[in-house]
């Protein structure tokens, strides 16, 4: 039976800790080891039975925060050390974790970030190039030795309640990506993570679409609506199925995913959207190739919609998933977060 994916009952509220001030940030001098703060997540999948030990190191600030509360608390307190590196060691759901906590502390001045990768999946690193291997030495000398990749993560806030905080993720799906995710869970219980873990649940995505009946969930989707830009344009729809659902709805501002997969076809660049429409058999049986990357006649006619957008507003009568973790239904605007500063090898 798979591990039930966690629950958000709401958005999050708005997370306590001070604005960073980056006149604290000093100026390193030639020679001197950077400040760096490392967020440990000891639950996530890698770190699992192993103790994080960087030796003594005093220019290197460790918190191991033992839930999402905690985490503005570490943040704050790295920034007042003014810390040049943020290292985040966890997967995908703690960099969600991590930055959603830190936008209202770091604001549009981060530090530059790397993220070690340690969870069940780790796509943001696939993204980065970074190998499974990486630890946080070899972070550390990238700072000075390796690359930059700036990537602007997805934006998340609820459109009727200003109360409520942003969330920054990479990976956000609806429809039939939502049993996907669950039967991602299944994936990890038999030993499958990362690329492998993709490849199973997408294989199983295709076989739903190709087999099950019209009224099966991973076929019928959900209720969903769509406007894209700050004008708000409905997205088209192909006029298969019921026009008020989606099959699946995946958007990501990554520009290389797991698996060598390719949805969004050939744009790589800020927000990026495909959604299917509730396909024939026929199409579906052509997804292998569209999520290679490769073109197919009419996708749109066919009910695949592969389009970027700067922004955009969902309305959805069912969960939706941002990077492994399920938000409740209700209407969300869409955009794009802070442009933040990668470090790779």
Known sequence: MATPIYEFAQMPRPA?????????????????????????????????????DCGVSPHVHIAKPGDRSQLPIALTEFASRGIELLVINGGDGTVRDVLTSGLAIFGDDWPAIAVLPKGKTNALTVDLGVPPEWNLQDAIDALDNGSRVYRRPIEINAANDLSASKVLGFILGAGSFTKATQAGQSAHRLGA?????????????????????SENPWRKGSRMKVELGANRTPMAHSGRGDTDYRQLLFASTLERLPAGTH??????????????????????????????????????????????????????????????????????????GPELQFIAP
Do not use: C
């Open 193 to 213: 993570f990362n690329s492998l873990a993709v490849g199973v649940t997408t294989a199983w995505t295709i076989a739903q679409a190709l087999f099950a009946g």
């Open 263 to 336: 949805p969004f076809g050939k744009l790589k660049s800020g927000l990026k959207i495909v959604a299917l429409d509730q396909i024939s058999r026929r199409t579906a049986a052509l997804l292998p190739i569209a999520i290679m990357g490769r073109e197919i006649a009419n996708p749109r006619e066919r009910g695949i919609h592969q389009l970027s957008a700067p922004e955009f507003t969902l309305e959805i009568d069912d969960q939706f998933i941002l990077d492994g973790e399920a938000f409740p239904a209700g209407k969300y605007h869409i955009g794009q």
């Open 16 to 52: 306590s800790g001070r604005m960073a001030d980056a006149s604290r940030r000093p100026v390193r001098l030639p020679g001197e080891a950077p400040s760096v703060g490392v967020i440990y997540n000891p639950r996530s999948h890698g770190n699992q039975g192993a103790d994080f």
